[in-house]
């Protein structure tokens, strides 16, 4: 295996633990497998609230920091697009 295969095999890892997380945090039973390679915007299709999503960027950014050494600003941007990219759809508050 070459080291861009590597890396993007550990890429791909990290993709699936994050979103496995999203998925976990947010009380849904789904896993990236479960949405993987689906064209449609399943994403807007499952909901969770702020702190869920706050809870959710704060593991992920700490989780990308650990596995990719990745200096904490470079990590923020990592999970800020992929919140953008593929986060679930924040519900609206009851209050």
Excluded at 70 to 89: T, V
Aim: glycine share 4%.
């Amino acid at each position: 295996m070459t080291r861009i295969e590597q890396k993007k095999s550990r890429d791909r890892l990290i993709l699936e633990a994050l979103i496995d997380k999203m998925f976990e945090i947010a009380g849904h039973n789904l896993k990236f497998d479960d949405v993987e390679g689906r064209k449609d915007n399943w994403y807007q299709q499952y909901t969770m609230s702020e702190d869920e999503n706050k809870e959710w960027l704060k593991w992920g950014i700490d989780y990308i920091r650990k596995k990719r050494r990745m200096p904490k600003k470079l990590a923020e941007r990592e999970m800020l697009f992929l919140n953008l990219y593929c986060g679930l759809k924040l519900s609206e508050n009851e209050n």
